[in-house]
């Protein structure tokens, strides 16, 4: 690792020397900052939370002098930090036997040095809302393999997340910087114990700003101070937690983390000499990666994102929309389930029939994608498009209830594409439905649910396409 010889307290935004979307161009910086809004929801934490790390690491490492290279490897470990934390919902889930997002939000302020901390944590959160028989046996299952299973949930989700950044095309430093997120400078971290200056400088800086946002979220700035120094030489690098006490006193560190701008702030963050712009390949890789960030989430959507945009693109090309569009389509359907990252499996997973309550909590998914997606400005007409389609032609759907005259062609292609992915695809509460049938209970829904053109333009498709 290099180190600069400029020590500022807090960086310098460089969003004078770059122009964000330049000649339709988009830069790496705006998209990744966009769709971490949707690693957030799989943490449970407030939205913001990856690019507000963003800014406290890179305020800490300007702090310690890092080179523009590690900086630059730093800046997008902490925006993709998260981006495995889809892969291990299910199971967590499963082991808790409720809400994983408020598993992973909780845990997040337990005092991991207090044992009886953790006893209650798991007693509070384990089978919450099932009978006691059921709480006490999978209480016992956790004590007895407490261990095991925690490391197990990190590994997955340490490793996923560096997958994804290879996928999206980053080096091996940022890569490491996530699968290194959870380890801790004395070695009693997870899940591979290495200690100190082994771990790397990016997942260093990027573990103790995820705790003082955190922190600072539930209790205020004193809140997160008080956590730094209590972990100190236990989980933190004694070096960064001297960074930040020269940087806890400067009131504009904290107003920044309080600023509703801040994603402008964090696009001029990026070293500018390393600023990538993006084209159209790149912006399909990027898309893809998310998908796979969405489907990863349960075991039932495995592949989901992936169908719906081969559908998707069948369907467009049997109608002859023009190779743009059919691209902008694609990457619609690769997203249109992203919301879900904001539901718990608890509900997703389960066999049975939902509650009210559930289905609310369902129904809120197609709006949170469009709020994902309104965060990356070029995106803001597919946002629209991804996010309507639980729309019905009748008007019933949700979440707008948006009448068939409101509702354009390119969101009924993938509302199309999806439905018969739902239906022919392994459910929950039931097994996969053979094509044929599929396509008759589509075929009950046009001019309500469905479009019949587009329809039409699926069954003319399918003898193409490997299902």
Known sequence: MQRST?????????KTQKSPSQNGQLLMSEVISAFSY????????????????????MTIGHKIGLDRDTLWDLYYTLLLKDAGCSSNAARLCELYGGDERSVKRDFKIVDPQKTMNIVQFVFEHVGVGQSLGKRLKKLLYLSANGEKL??????????RGADIARKLGFNENIANGIRHLDEHWNGKGKPYHIAESSIPINSRIALLAQVIDVFYAVGGKQSAIDEVEKRTRTWFDPDLVKAFSAIKGDSAFWNEISNENIDNTITGLEPVEKALYIDDRQLDNITEAFGMVVDSKSPYTANHSTRVAMYTLAIAEEFGLDENRRRWLRRGALLHDIGKLGVSNAILDKPGKLTDEEWAEVKRHPGLTEEILLHLKPFEKLAKIAGAHHERLDGTGYPHGTLANDIPLDTRIITVADIFDAITADRPYRGPIPVKKALEIMDAECGKAIDGDCLDALKNRLPQLEI
């Not at 020590?7 to 460089?14: A, F, G, K, L, W």
């Not at 949707?38 to 690491?57: F, K, M, N, S, Y």
């Not at 925690?150 to 490793?159: D, F, P, Q, Y």
């Open 6 to 14: 400029s020590q500022n307290s807090t960086p310098t935004t460089q």
């Open 38 to 57: 949707a690693l957030d929801l799989t943490e449970g934490q407030p939205a913001g939370h990856c690019v507000r790390c963003c800014w406290i690491g």
């Open 150 to 159: 925690a490391k197990e949930l990190v590994t997955t989700r340490c490793e």
